[in-house]
């Protein structure tokens, strides 16, 4: 199995603050990384997929970006709202597991 | 609109069976995979596995595949997740969630099950 890696797992950062939270998976997986957000008692949402696609409905302050094994989210003009725990997942190959989260508090 | 309804809280015992469903409308059932996902509190969330509803292509997560059966069931555009034998460990919360294609992410999501095993 692909395990994914993330650091770190958990910061503080203020508003109007630009983070990088990133993932490293344990071998080469192209671009085939997603990631998501979740706050306590909801769930999951899709952000990026295929490392650097914004999915439809999100700000453009979320990006993303990466190949191979590393990669990163990056999240600027941080609003109120965007404290929550942030996952990635690989899809590249059976099974798409997460990596274990990093938690940001604004 | 999208959208994907499962069934209510359950509160099992260990060593019974379980089903869980996930009603999917808004979109045709058939062209996207649906998938399940446990969050453990305190833990993240664990891949279980997904199905094509079109050929009942299914791929499980090796670490869960003892534990569960995934099925869906086209004439009623719903998803299942099913135990023969709970066990406490198998407490969490299960999200269904849609999957557009191979390789992409999980676009859409259930509300999410609780589920509750003890003895």
């Known amino acids: 199995d692909i395990q994914m890696t993330q650091s770190p797992s958990s910061l503080s950062a203020s508003i109007g603050d630009t983070v990088a939270l990133t993932c490293r998976a344990s071998q080469t997986i192209s671009v085939y990384v997603n990631w998501y957000q979740v706050k306590p008692g909801k769930a999951p949402k899709l952000l990026m997929y295929i490392a650097s696609k914004l999915q439809s409905g999100v700000p453009s302050r979320f990006s993303g970006s990466g190949s191979g094994t590393d990669f990163t989210l990056t999240i600027s003009s941080l609003q109120p709202e965007d404290s929550a725990t942030y996952y990635c997942q690989q899809s590249y190959t059976s099974p798409h597991n997460f990596g274990q989260g990093t938690k940001l508090e604004i | 609109e999208v959208q994907l309804v499962q069934s209510a809280t359950e509160f099992k015992k260990p060593r019974e069976s379980l089903r869980i469903s996930c009603q999917a409308s808004?979109?045709?059932?058939?062209?996207?995979?649906i998938g399940w996902v446990r969050q453990v509190p305190g833990k993240g969330l664990d891949w279980l596995g997904i199905?094509?509803?079109?050929?009942?292509?299914?791929r499980y997560n090796p670490s869960f595949r003892a534990q569960v059966t995934i099925s869906a069931d086209e004439s009623t555009n719903t998803a299942f997740l099913h135990w023969n034998t709970l066990e406490v460990s198998d407490s969490g919360r299960y999200y269904c969630?849609?999957?557009?294609?191979?390789?992409?992410?999980?676009?859409?999501w259930g509300q999410g099950t609780l589920v509750t095993v003890s003895s």
């Open positions: 808004g979109y045709s059932f058939t062209n996207f995979w």
């Open positions: 199905t094509n509803p079109r050929d009942f292509d299914t």
């Open positions: 969630a849609r999957l557009p294609e191979l390789g992409a992410g999980f676009d859409a």
